[in-house]
């Protein structure tokens, strides 16, 4: 039986269509499998009704506002309208709507800490959560920071904070209601270094029983923020990372009353347009001392796995939306006669925006996974490892380097399936290009991260040992898999391992092999986990294509191809109308095609 001719589009019907309409939880099939393997199934019922309400914002209402507010971009007022000085910061009135949807309709900011939020008895694990932020941030990416600033505020907050301070500020950031809501902030980069945080110059001076702060923070994300985080340098503390101490700076003191620092100006950004960043220039500011004032930075590191999580699920999402909108091009635009996905070299160029949106969906939830295991404060989880600590300390910069760098290019080329119309800002293509840049300078830069995952988490922490020992219990329980498959993954594994090994061992002699280390590990975790989860789905559904991304990454990202040999990808072939329309395949068919 042969394929109807496509009927030719004339005038406007022939402008691709795009993802107006969609619902970007029930168009994203992965997400629901994933989520299926990673929560408890009660959960995962619980949660679905309001993952698909949000999936539906996120392609039509919420991305209407997202457009309006990135096209009108924040204000700083210093002064009302009779000449008194009291800054303000006005915002579009879409941005007020988005922030009404994250926090008082989703509680986003709270749903890790409390119980009660979306009708749920206990905190959401951080699968589920960032099952939110994934979906949101396919709309909007700009309030994707204020969102997790303020979660990680309250993180820092519960750990470190005394009881006075928790009883005066948390109930105010737990809160749903945006009226009341405390938004939180971290304020961390100066003039003087962004990553080389030990050069801060920031004074914490002691003035009777306050702790006053003078300075400037140089890049100040929800730079109105009712809270902010941020560390400064007692008098008479010695220098770098250990003379610092973590303090929480209250934009209002309690009488009502201005804090005394000034947002200077905001920052014309490439991207992330609808958020407010700026410069702040602290004169005598009230701030409280939250833990020990000598482990200021290191009671700050425990935001930095929170917020590179949080990155690599914001960066996997502007993939996911923007393989989104590829896919409705290739699907619904007719070119020479036929869909666009009908061409070989559309569905190869298809499969290779897809893939790496699959990698980071698949190591995002491992981390994500690792992180609530690692945590041994939470009430209901106090059985946090040193196992899981380690391992969480590698995949969190691994994630971070790869996925926010993968996303850069994943937006270019969806925006070229569309083309020209895809370079205009009408179209969300533009968007998520500007925003897709942020995410690898966000949380440090990628060389600082690649040292991060190397030199420190392998070279000092000795995280290695505990991501083979990971890697290779979820290979013998990737029972889909053929035993020449494993056998393959096994070796990537063993091959990755010794060559970070040798990097981090080797210190600044090889640190320029870096940035190639942690790819390594990340793609060879990313083919782990998809072969793992193909098994799992295939208990589930009898569902093992994840087995076919996890060949296309060991060719693709793994793989020594040779760019002069004419011999065609046969396997992509195979693999692409499974992969992209859909197409069944039983298992035997899938370890054929993995072994070909």
């Known amino acids: 039986m042969t394929e109807a001719t496509p009927v030719r589009a004339l005038g406007s019907d022939a402008v691709a269509p795009d993802t107006r309409g969609w619902n970007f939880y029930t168009a994203d099939r992965s997400l629901d499998d994933l989520l299926s393997l ?54 579009h009135p879409a941005y007020r709507e988005m922030e009404r949807i994250a926090y ?16 749920w008895s206990e905190p959401l694990p951080t699968v589920a959560k960032h099952a939110f932020t994934y979906l949101f941030n396919q709309a909007e990416f700009g309030l994707g920071c204020p969102i997790n600033v303020t979660d990680s505020s309250i993180l820092l907050l519960r750990r470190y904070g005394d009881e006075a301070l928790k009883a005066r500020y948390l109930p105010r950031m737990l809160t749903t209601d945006l009226d009341a809501l405390w938004q939180g902030a971290q304020f961390m980069t100066e003039k003087e270094g962004g990553s080389d945080v030990g050069s801060a110059t920031t004074r914490a001076v002691k003035e009777g029983e306050h702790w006053r702060l003078y300075g400037e923070k140089w890049f100040c994300s929800n730079a109105d923020a009712k809270l902010a985080m941020m560390l400064a340098r007692p008098e008479g503390a010695g220098p770098g990372t250990r003379g610092l101490g973590l303090f929480l700076l209250p934009r209002f003191l309690e009488d009502g009353s201005p804090n005394r620092y000034r947002i200077v100006r905001l920052k014309d950004k490439l991207g992330t347009r609808s958020m407010a960043s700026g410069e702040i220039k602290l004169e005598g500011a009230i701030a409280y001392p939250v833990g020990n004032l000598d482990r200021g930075f290191v009671q700050m590191a425990d935001m ?8 690599g699920v914001k960066s996997t999402a502007l993939m996911r939306r923007a393989g989104h909108d590829a896919m409705c091009v290739a699907k619904g635009r007719i070119a020479f006669g036929r869909r666009i996905i009908d061409f070989p070299l559309a569905r190869r160029q298809m499969l290779k925006i897809l893939l790496p949106m699959e990698q980071a969906l698949s190591v995002a939830m491992l981390t994500a996974v690792t992180l609530d295991l690692a945590d041994d404060t939470a009430a209901s989880r106090r059985d946090g490892s040193q196992a899981a600590q380690a391992l969480l300390r590698l995949l969190t910069p691994v994630l971070k380097f790869r996925a926010t760098r993968d996303a850069r290019k994943v937006a270019g080329d969806a925006m070229e399936m569309r083309g020209g119309t895809g370079y205009v800002e009408e179209f969300a293509c533009a968007r998520v290009l500007r925003d897709a840049h942020l995410g690898s300078i966000w949380e440090g830069a990628g060389n600082i991260v690649a040292i991060d995952a190397i030199g420190r988490a392998i070279g000092r922490h000795r995280s290695l040992d505990v991501w083979r020992a990971a890697m290779a219990e979820k290979i013998a329980e990737a029972d889909a ?18 060559f970070a090994d040798h990097v981090a061992g080797a210190g600044e002699a090889e640190e320029a092999l870096s940035r190639q280390a942690t790819s390594a590990l990340y793609h060879v975790t990313s083919a782990v986990m998809l072969a793992w989860e193909a098994s799992r789905l295939n208990e589930k559904r009898g569902d093992a294509g994840r087995l076919l991304w996890s060949r296309l990454v060991l060719d693709h990202r793994l793989g020594a191809n040779d760019p002069l040999d004419p011999r065609g990808p046969g396997f992509e072939d195979a693999a692409a109308p499974i992969l992209l329309l859909g197409e069944g395949a039983p298992l035997e068919r899938i370890r054929s095609l993995i072994d070909g």
Request: net charge positive.
């Open 38 to 91: 990673y929560l408890p199934p009660g959960l995962h019922a619980h949660l679905r009704p309001h993952l698909e309400r949000l999936g539906h914002l996120a392609a039509n209402e919420l991305d209407d506002c997202a457009h309006l507010a990135d096209r009108h971009p924040p204000v700083l007022h210093h002064r009302d309208r009779f000449g008194r000085d009291e800054q303000r910061i006005e915002f």
């Open 104 to 119: 008082s309709v989703f509680g986003m900011h709270a749903m890790s800490h409390r119980e009660g939020v979306l009708g």
């Open 304 to 311: 930095v796995n929170w917020s590179r999580l949080s990155n």
């Open 481 to 498: 898999a053929t035993p020449a498959f494993r056998a393959r993954l096994t070796d990537v594994v063993g091959r990755a391992a010794a």
